[in-house]
């Protein structure tokens, strides 16, 4: 579709204007001393924790020396810590230091502080309309700075079984928990013995798993379990489970998507409680988790995925 020249020059202002309050001209920055591309590489690192300096010039699309300069500042700040790789020392592992993942909890603080009050100043449902319009122009300026055609960027939310979902799952499960928490071939087995065993229980009505497709690939998954918990903790415990989004998509809204339809459906289904195991240290999960009602109601350790974490249990009761 082409763009009328009647809508350009305004988008171009509004742009501009959204560029300004924002403070991406100068000063302070999200409530930080940090110039905007600190500030979002914070953001990166939190998102995916032991991504390398490439990775994170990718995302930003900034220079590899504008990278290097960038995190040398962080990295003395006390924010960022590198860790080497054992097979190469030269690639160094991004991690957040218990005062980057302060720093970077205040800055969503600032963030949605923001957001809310100018939200507040709408009339009733147009919140909706903002959302969808960032969502697209966002896409739209992003396959264009990609080179991907048009709409190439849309994912939608599938629920059922397709064909490689096992394999699909359990490979987005096996490479990203490998690279942040150094979990191998146990951890893998465990999720692809755990998830075919479920595949095989989907034609009760109380198991339900939904997929997140990008032009025909599974970037994302979630499912409820309405049976293993049930002589658990007790009757009407939906379990979520095989909660995972790959690299690519990460930061763009697909897991709160995911998160939504599992819960919807664990509610309309009557399950009172809805459980989750995850561990210590998975931090955009977690905000993701409580987010959406979810409590950490215990923890312990455990190695099931052959090494030792601190597994906790979160709990969200049915509204």
Known sequence: MTALPSVVDPVRIASRRIVRALGFMGGPFAG?????????????????????ANDLGARLRLEKSSVSR?????????????????????????????????????IHDFARSQIVDALAR????????????????????????????????????????????????TQMHALYYARTSGFGRRFES????????????????????????RAGEIVGSVAIDGEDMAQGPGPGIAHLRWFIVDDSVRGGGVGRRLIASALAFADDAGFAETHLWTF??????????????FDCVEERRGAQWGKEVLEQRFVRKRP
């Not at 930080?32 to 991504?51: K, N, Q, R, Y």
């Not at 960022?80 to 592992?93: I, M, P, Q, Y």
């Not at 109380?206 to 997929?211: D, E, P, Q």
């Open 190 to 213: 465990v999720v692809a013995g755990g998830l075919a065993a479920f595949c095989d229980r989907l034609e009760n009505p109380v198991n339900a798993i939904w997929v997140a497709m």
């Open 70 to 106: 960038m995190l040398r500042k962080l990295v003395l700040s006390g924010d960022v810590t590198e860790t080497a790789e054992e097979t190469d020392g030269r690639r160094k592992r991004l991690s957040l230091s218990a005062a980057g993942r302060e720093r970077v909890a205040a």
């Open 280 to 293: 210590a240290g998975l931090t955009a999960a977690r905000h993701l988790y409580e987010a959406n009602g």
């Open 122 to 169: 709408l009339q009733p449902g147009q919140d909706r309309i903002v959302l969808d319009g960032l969502r697209l122009y966002a896409a739209a300026l992003s396959d264009g700075v990609t080179g991907r055609p048009s709409g190439s960027s849309h994912i939608d939310i599938a629920s059922g079984y397709r064909t490689g979902l096992i394999a699909r799952i």
């Open 32 to 52: 930080t001393d940090l110039s905007p591309s600190a500030v979002h590489a914070l953001i990166e690192i939190e998102a995916c924790e032991g991504l390398t």
